[in-house]
């Protein structure tokens, strides 16, 4: 017991002779231990949060098209599919009561988020509730996610502005202000970065809609410039379009379209029962229905295939390149006992026995090792507390 514990001082004081030297070995040897641990960590919890997501998700309607692409739309907000179904086609799922719809309109961004145009009733499905303010409820109101808040400082009762699709699209929709009228509480989830509007303001932030001076009873007379046979009012370039919606304007918007013309990204559909689920999946089969229909939770895992088909190759480089700095080490610590050896014959003069001396050099390594292990399960560990939104580090 006694040489344990001298090895250890021994070993303890010559580590912290050479501080530089014993330093890269721990960093060297900390790097090959946590990656593998934040990658196996990572994973794991983006496994957990899609999982979640997509098992509180029964059922997703979209444009035929790439199924992952249409849930990851619906579930994350991501870049919308290229093609959109209509509205009068989202409204077939309803037929026959046997689930109930949230239609999702996406694609644009406001504050560098994405801009949801929602069913009111989805933030009751998500169990998303205001911690300051109300729902929208009006054409021009949204609500914003936790993260949003925090990070932008927005809250009830501020103004924020849609960001234009491109930058060089003079042709295109004016930006459009709406106002906060709420402030989810955190979720832990995509719907904490996120800004919620109704399906009627996502429409007119895309042009779809707009507002503008009332010709008729228009006191300047620039607005007009005439009128036609049937004494339809021609507008001059004067007219104004609103940006912003108020009670004062927004009984001026009118959609351009039919509503059941009007564009939908993608549609949560919600079953009255599993059998209602059935029902509709087997006539999205069978093509009963002008859409595509998918099991949220089927697809999510179907992406976790190929995620984990990716892990094992990460992890197989991984091991390499662990083998390869471990060998490295090897060479280290063999090239410095080299250079010990007046300092180890002197031990042997001095009285150390023949295993001593070996007791010592291996304690030093196994120090060392030590050190690294415990950095490393320790820091892999704080990865996924650390990070917010694991599952869209994974989605990318």
């Known amino acids: 017991m006694n040489a344990i514990r001298h090895s250890m001082f021994l070993a303890r004081r010559h580590l912290l002779h050479h501080r530089q ?19 196996e960590n990572l994973v794991q919890a983006g496994e957990r949060a899609l999982r979640a997501r ?43 009561d046997l689930a109930r719809v949230l239609p999702l309109v996406l694609g644009d961004r406001v504050l560098g988020v ?7 009733g989805y933030l009751d499905f998500r169990n998303l509730e205001c911690v300051a303010g109300r729902s929208h409820a009006a054409a021009g109101e949204c609500v914003i996610g936790a993260a949003v808040a925090a990070r932008e400082g927005a809250g009830v009762g501020d103004r924020i502005t849609t960001e234009p699709r491109e930058f060089f699209d003079l042709a ?10 709420g402030v989810l509480g955190e979720s832990d989830g995509p719907d904490d970065d996120a800004v919620f509007t109704g399906l009627a303001t996502a429409w007119i932030v895309r042009g779809l809609a707009h507002g503008h001076d009332d010709l008729e009873a228009a006191d300047d007379a620039e607005l007009v410039m005439g009128r036609t046979e049937d004494d339809a009012i021609i507008a001059s370039a004067k007219v104004r379009e609103f940006v912003e919606i108020t009670d004062d304007n927004r009984s001026s918007f009118h959609f351009h379209a039919e509503p059941g013309e009007l564009p939908v990204t993608a549609a949560i559909v919600i079953p ?18 002008p859409l595509q229909l998918v099991d949220a939770a089927t697809i999510v895992d179907r992406l976790l295939v190929e995620v984990f088909r990716v892990r094992r190759i990460l992890m197989g480089v991984l091991a390499v390149v662990g083998f390869a700095t471990l060998l490295l080490v090897g060479v280290v ?18 009285g150390c026995g023949p295993g001593r001396v070996p007791l010592i050099l291996a304690t030093e390594v196994l120090l060392v090792l030590a050190i690294a292990a415990t950095l490393a399960f320790i820091v892999g560990g704080l990865v996924v507390p650390m990070l917010s939104g694991v599952e869209r580090l994974i989605l990318g």
Do not use: N, W
Not at 21 to 39: D, E, H, K, N, T
Not at 272 to 288: E, Q
Not at 333 to 350: D, G, K, N, Y
């Open 21 to 39: 030297r014993s330093a890269l070995l721990i960093a060297a040897l900390f790097i090959v231990g946590f990656l593998p641990i934040a990658v």
């Open 54 to 96: 997509g098992a509180a998700t029964p059922l997703v309607a979209g444009a035929p098209g790439a199924p992952i692409d249409l849930v990851l739309s619906a579930l994350y907000f991501r870049s919308p599919p290229d093609r959109e179904l209509r509205a009068a086609e989202i409204e077939t799922l309803v037929d026959g």
């Open 114 to 120: 994405p801009l949801v145009g929602s069913d009111p």
């Open 172 to 181: 295109g929709a004016y930006p459009l202000r709406m106002e906060v009228v």
């Open 272 to 289: 009255v029962d599993a059998k209602a689920g059935t029902i509709l999946l087997g006539r999205a089969d069978v093509g009963r229905l």
């Open 333 to 350: 610590v063999a090239l410095s006992i080299r250079m010990r050896s007046l300092e180890i014959e002197t031990m042997h003069l001095i």
